[in-house]
């Protein structure tokens, strides 16, 4: 069950939903087969309450949307972008504990 807060977003809606957004956003590429993204989704659950207002979170399904990926090389799930102002700001690849997904999220707001 995803946080109400945490907005999907595909193809077709990325540039209104990720590039336009007035305040940086996280995106989550995922896949339903991908065990570490099953596990990291309570954390940014969690995130999407802690960074409310500052942060929005976003989740692309890459199945559902394979053409926005590649353009940011993505090659792997679970890989978390954050965008600022229309601009990737920064990338982690891979399964991330609270602390780790904390510090990211912190190092680049």
Same mark, same amino acid.
């Given at each position: 069950?995803?946080?109400?807060?945490?907005? =999907?977003?595909?193809?077709?809606? /990325? +540039? &209104?939903?990720?590039?336009?957004?007035?305040?940086?956003? *996280?995106?989550?590429?995922?896949?339903?087969? @991908?065990?570490? @993204? %099953? &596990?990291?989704? =309570? *954390?940014? +659950?969690?995130?999407?309450? +802690?960074?409310?207002? $500052? *942060? $929005?979170?976003?989740?692309?399904?890459?199945?559902? &949307? =394979? $053409?926005?990926? =590649? !353009?940011?090389?993505? $090659?792997?799930?679970?890989?978390?972008? *954050? /965008? !600022?102002?229309? %601009?990737?700001?920064?990338? %982690?690849?891979?399964?991330?504990? %609270?602390?780790?997904? +904390?510090? /990211?999220?912190?190092?680049?707001?």
């Amino acid at each position: 069950m995803t946080h109400e807060s945490i907005q =999907p977003v595909t193809d077709a809606s /990325f +540039d &209104s939903d990720v590039l336009q957004h007035h305040q940086p956003v *996280l995106v989550d590429y995922w896949a339903t087969w @991908c065990g570490p @993204c %099953k &596990s990291i989704a =309570p *954390l940014l +659950d969690a995130a999407a309450v +802690d960074y409310a207002g $500052r *942060l $929005r979170i976003a989740k692309m399904n890459i199945e559902e &949307s =394979p $053409r926005t990926p =590649p !353009k940011y090389g993505v $090659r792997g799930v679970p890989t978390l972008m *954050l /965008f !600022k102002g229309g %601009k990737l700001a920064a990338t %982690k690849v891979g399964a991330v504990t %609270k602390v780790q997904l +904390d510090a /990211f999220i912190e190092a680049h707001l």
